[in-house]
């Protein structure tokens, strides 16, 4: 079964850090780049990071810098290590892979305090 669940969020103060996991199932995960994405409210879903089965990354510029993604293939995991945190982070985090190929889960919501 394919699914995608993703842990890690909550509540933390500007300038703050959190660490968002993403558990895949499924035997697509190895051969495809995983992605976060994220979605505040009234806004559209966007693309936050990117990884390549290789593990060569991509960031949004606007997390560039204070964003990390990295992936592990035999756990089947993603993460997305999140630094010096803004109220503008604040949205709902989902994982799935880079074209979208994946029912969405319920993603984790990261909200930034200011």
């Known amino acids: 079964q394919v699914q995608l669940v993703e842990s890690g969020g909550g509540l933390v103060q500007a ?3 959190l660490r968002l996991s993403c558990a895949a199932s499924g035997s697509f995960f190895s051969i495809n780049t ?3 994405y994220r ?10 990071a990117s ?3 290789g593990s060569n990354p991509n960031y949004a510029d606007s997390v560039k810098g204070r964003f990390t993604i990295s992936r592990d293939n035999t756990k089947k995991m993603v993460y997305l290590q999140m630094n010096s945190l803004k109220p503008e982070d604040t949205a709902v985090y989902y994982c799935n892979t880079f074209l979208e190929s994946v029912r ?4 984790t919501q990261v909200t930034v305090s200011s």
């Open 34 to 36: 995983m992605a976060w």
């Open 51 to 53: 990884v390549t089965p």
């Open 104 to 107: 969405w889960g319920q993603g």
């Open 15 to 17: 300038g703050g850090s």
């Open 39 to 48: 979605q505040a409210p009234g806004l559209r879903r966007e693309l936050v």
